[in-house]
């Protein structure tokens, strides 16, 4: 009996295996052939759930915003909840926006290839639209993570939370250019002590 195949599991795991070339070896060796190689598979099998380079490295860049994603959203429930005790949610805020940030070895490894993803989309219009949904889809987030403090009474009072926005999110982008020259445990601090920065004095001690 031939052994049934997800179409879905099998392109996710084909784009593993582009992440693992870039990472090793850097975008332009990311070929049909050596991510064909990589994965373990024939060449007319990639060419079966691919049509072609273009489409592979597209879907590869999607779904690692899309795992990204769905990561940050996991956070949120929590964070998001009155009876989440204050500290905690400090708490919860950092481990969010850590997941931007090359914190482990995962997280390592993807602003890599992120990082990849996004020095090509200066000349691919492809690779351009996922890198401004990811770009947008921070921010939004950030925003949103922001305006539940504010509601919440945990930001400093008259703070633009459209400037703040910005500002927290240009430094979640220059800490992951940093990978591998700043420390993850320098990250985290510089971290907590932006966020610090916005927050009264008081809320330190809930």
């Known amino acids: 009996m031939p052994k049934i195949v997800d179409p879905d599991a099998r ?3 084909i ?3 582009v992440f693992r070339v870039i990472q090793r070896d850097g975008l332009p060796q990311a070929s049909l052939r050596s991510v064909a190689e990589e994965a373990g598979l024939a060449i007319g099998s990639v060419r079966h759930y ?4 273009d489409e592979l490295i597209v879907f590869a860049m999607r779904s690692l915003g899309d795992r990204l994603e769905a990561r940050l959203l996991g956070h949120l429930p929590a964070l998001l909840d009155p009876a989440t005790p204050r500290s905690r949610r400090h708490e919860i ?3 969010l926006l850590g997941e ?3 914190l482990t070895e995962q997280t390592r490894a993807e602003t890599d290839v992120w990082l990849a993803f996004s020095a090509a989309a ?3 219009p ?3 639209e996922e890198a401004g949904r990811m770009y947008d889809g921070v921010r939004a987030l950030v925003r949103r993570v922001l305006d539940g403090a504010n509601q919440a009474g945990g930001l400093l009072d008259g703070l633009d939370l459209a400037v703040e926005t910005e500002r927290l999110a240009a430094l979640l982008d220059g800490l992951a250019l940093s990978t591998g020259r700043t420390s993850p445990e320098l990250m985290r601090t510089v971290l907590r002590r932006h966020l610090k920065s916005l927050r009264p004095p008081e809320s330190e001690t809930e």
């Open 15 to 17: 784009a593993e295996a």
């Open 11 to 13: 392109r996710l795991e």
């Open 50 to 53: 691919f049509r072609g380079h």
């Open 93 to 95: 805020t950092e481990e």
């Open 100 to 102: 931007v940030l090359p």
């Open 126 to 128: 492809d690779l351009a």
């Open 122 to 124: 200066k000349n691919r």
